[in-house]
């Protein structure tokens, strides 16, 4: 929390523009900081929602569930860290030129980022994966906030009423559920946007070893006397 600032603002360093709008690239090839904390975003989505919608056929129901959101950032801890060691699958496959990023720059491998120096060219320093790596943990924090948007198929039931002729039971119904069924629309496939955004706390926003998120499953037998 900072004085005079949205509570759930993420403060951290940003890229370094030109008057353009082009991020700035130093002699080292690595993008350029800014020399102290600005805001990133906020945790805070503008606009949250839901949608259920239920049917009915003879004995026969069934209700969807999708919610979402959209406004907000986070800050992801596991994703600096994956690009950082090599985990992520992003820090191997190929380069605009077609070569392996792990392969040697001098023929054609590595990372060139894309931006300018200071003087406004082009930056035409390639890096070696290893370094282009080690900048996502030394660099803009900027490159490890992602936007908190999705939309989520929550929750899925289908109930079925069963006819009865008892004195005793008045009604018996069955029904099986899943939750968590979809994601769509996160900035970064490997996280949970919403494992980030809903956190207890002052951490909010603040992704750090995330568990991936799981499907779950069951049913209801639901008796009435």
Not at 109 to 118: I, K
Not at 177 to 202: C, I, M, Q, V
């Amino acid at each position: 929390a900072y004085v005079g600032k949205e509570y759930g603002v993420i403060m951290g360093t940003d890229y370094v523009y030109d008057a353009n709008g082009k991020k700035v690239v130093g002699d080292d090839g690595l993008y350029e900081s800014t020399s102290g904390n600005v805001p990133l975003g906020s945790v805070n989505p503008t606009i949250t929602g839901g949608l259920l919608n239920t049917f009915r056929y003879k004995n026969f129901d069934c209700s969807v569930l999708f919610d979402g959101q959209a406004g907000g950032k986070f800050f992801s801890t596991s994703y600096m860290w994956g690009i950082y060691s090599g985990m992520l699958d992003e820090t191997a496959g190929y380069n605009e030129l077609g070569k392996l990023k792990r392969d040697d720059p001098a023929d054609g491998g590595g990372v060139l980022l894309q931006g300018v120096h200071e003087d406004g060219t082009a930056n035409t320093t390639r890096l070696d994966a290893e370094t282009w790596a080690s900048g996502y943990y030394s660099g803009p924090a900027a490159q490890d906030v992602f936007k908190s948007d999705f939309i989520k198929l929550r929750e899925i039931t289908v109930g079925y009423t069963v006819p009865l002729r008892s004195k005793i039971i008045s009604s018996l119904k069955v029904s099986a559920y899943g939750r968590n069924l979809a994601l769509w629309g996160p900035d970064t496939k490997h996280f949970d946007p919403e494992s980030a955004t809903t956190s207890s706390g002052n951490i909010q926003g603040i992704e750090g070893g995330a568990l991936p998120s799981v499907a779950s499953f069951g049913l209801n037998f639901g008796l009435q006397f």
